[in-house]
């Protein structure tokens, strides 16, 4: 009995049959391999023909060079225009008259495509229309229909990706496990590989050739990221040699905290070596604003440079009074000197992710920055009271500093941390100043604040 | 040189006609296959745009011995085992150890009465078991080839086909559709 049923299945379904759709063999074609050219003995041909061809070619070089070079560049710079035509962002008023395209693709709303006849249409005009922002377009409005009818989390995520991108012209670019955002310069429209694997079955019930013809598009370039920064945080200065009239001395055995005005330094040094100056690491502060430019150059790492203009105020020393007394040298600290600093900031920073996950990325910071200081000013604290007076200037010096930090970007803001550590001092009669800090650094694309 | 003989040495060379005709020589057929194996027309004309695809740029392998057809539903039962575990939908109902029946969609296909109840009854089980039945009954494969094919234990396979055909043929007696399984 069981034989015979497997056998009466076998015999009705071995033959069962149904007509695929026109759409199928459609989105088929595409994907099958190039008709090959002729082989071989056209090979053999063209090799006996080389030389001949050689000989010819180098007699007419000489006399032809010149021309077949401006014809090169003229055809180079014609591409390039024809590229740059294809890309261009479409004014929605003007869309009737630059692209067609973009109207023909309207009329597919709402219950339309479900049909499947309407969706071959539709898939030719997709493979037809030069990858323009009406198609970005479309497939937003795709997702917002299949939300409508009460689809999962999933399919508003990739909706609100989409819109968002769509919207707002952002060009970054993040791959997800699941899906891939869109990079989106210059209206050019990049696929999501699986596009439809992760969306609920009511956005799938949309021909998969559609899903197919989206696939076939480029990966767009990724391209400099520009953004408006802000930061402010803390610096310390770190005094680390102190000069004499004629000697230098390191300062490195402090034997009690100095305070100003009351503190001692004992350093048993003898008076030939005056110290003059005392140190204070007391921390001051600094703000930062200008521009940053941001570059993804792998999937895991991104690069960071810019323009920042950096203030910044520290207390940095004090002089001394020197007293000897029972064979011990002692100093007083007296006078404080307040520094203040205006600096042009050019950092260099490798980021790497550690996490990037629903539009949340975390990531290192490792880069290095050069400042140049455009001025660099010490004023003298009148002693007990509030007032200073100028004591010295000097500009145009350069420092290097080492950055470490970590960074998160949510949607299109980012945020970051940065220890800062000074390499090259600043000299100051007397001192030497190292300047380090903490930063913390709100960034904003600037696109977006332009259009706000 | 007979006919197909002479279609595959056509299709390698990449005409384009010679690929339209085959595939309009066994698309009905082999889109029937992938319909066993799915939920939906959609997803069956999917596996099949996916198996041609393979058909094509495998064709090359094609070495004349035995059937094409038979060649080619090998290529369209692995492509639709790999859509399967491939999509969210069927991937849990793969791993699924109980019978609960899906409601199909209402796809008004034009086939005979007893053809339709039985690839309803088939395409209501869950992948897992459809997929295992489908592998049996109408394939043609053992137990032991559908366990390494599955990744799944012999013993797996052997239950969920005895529990699967039960069903159906419950389901098709009490549908009165029972000269199925009569002796001949």
Known sequence: ?452 | MNSTHQLVKDCIKNSRQAQEALYKQYASVMLGLCYRYTISIEDAEDVLQEGFIKVFHNIEKYRNEGDLGAWIRKIMVNTALTYLNKHNKYKKEMQLDEIQMHPLTDENIEVKLETKELIETIRQLPAGYQTIFNLVAVEGFSHVEIADLMKINVNTVRSQYKRARGIIIKKLTNNEIIHLYNEQ
Not at chain 1, 97 to 106: G, M, Q, T, V
Not at chain 1, 148 to 160: A, D, E, F, H, R
């Open chain 1, 1 to 452: 009995m069981s034989n015979n049923f497997e056998h009466n299945v076998k015999s009705i379904l071995d033959d069962f049959a149904l007509a695929p759709s026109e759409a199928v063999w459609k989105s088929i074609e595409p994907e099958l391999p190039k008709k090959r050219k002729r082989r071989a003995i056209i090979w053999w041909l063209a090799a006996a023909c080389v030389p001949t061809i050689l000989g010819i070619g180098l007699a007419l070089n000489s006399t032809s060079n010149k021309k077949d070079k401006s014809t090169a560049k003229n055809n180079v710079i014609k591409t390039q225009n024809e590229n740059k035509e294809d890309f261009k962002p479409i004014n929605t008023t003007e869309k009737a008259s630059i692209n067609p395209k973009a109207n023909e693709l309207s009329q597919y709303t709402d219950n339309k495509i479900n049909t499947t006849s309407n969706q071959s249409d539709l898939q030719s005009i997709l493979l037809k229309s030069k990858r323009n922002k009406a198609s970005i377009i479309f497939l937003n409005k795709l997702i917002r229909d299949a939300k409508k009818s009460g689809t999962p989390k999933k399919v508003s995520l990739i909706n609100n990706t989409y819109k968002q991108i769509a919207t707002t012209k952002s060009i970054e670019y993040n791959e997800h496990k699941r899906y891939d955002e869109l990079l989106w310069k210059d209206s050019l429209v990049v696929p999501i590989p699986n596009f439809l694997e992760s969306v609920d079955t009511k956005v799938e019930n949309v021909n998969p050739s559609f899903a197919a013809t989206i696939r076939c598009l480029p990966q767009p370039k990724k391209s400099w990221i520009f953004q408006i920064a802000i930061s402010g945080g803390s610096s310390v200065v770190e005094n680390r040699t102190f000069f004499t009239n004629s000697n230098q001395i390191e300062l490195s055995n402090i034997n009690t905290p100095p305070t100003v005005g009351g503190g001692v330094l004992t350093t048993g040094v003898t008076p030939n070596n005056t110290i003059k100056y005392l140190p204070l690491p007391q921390n001051g502060f600094h703000i930062k604003a200008g521009l940053i430019a941001n570059k993804p150059i792998s999937k895991k790492f991104n690069i960071q440079t810019g323009a920042l203009y950096t203030f910044r105020n520290n207390k940095s020393f004090a002089t001394l009074d020197s007293v000897m007394s029972n064979n011990i040298f002692t100093e007083k600290a007296n006078t404080i000197y307040q520094n203040q600093a205006h600096t042009l900031e050019i950092p260099f920073q490798l980021q790497t992710q550690l996490y990037n996950k629903r539009q949340i990325n975390i990531y290192l910071i490792t880069g290095a920055s050069i400042n140049w200081q455009l001025s660099n000013t010490y004023l003298q604290q009148i002693t007990n009271t509030n007032r200073y007076l100028l004591n010295s200037q000097n500009r145009n010096t350069f420092l290097f500093t080492l950055q470490t930090g970590v960074g998160v970007k949510f949607k299109n803001v980012n945020a970051q941390i940065i220890l800062n550590k000074g390499l090259t001092p600043i000299h100051q009669t007397g001192v030497k100043n190292y300047f380090s800090g903490i930063d913390a650094m709100v960034m904003m694309p600037l696109k977006s604040i332009i259009k706000r």
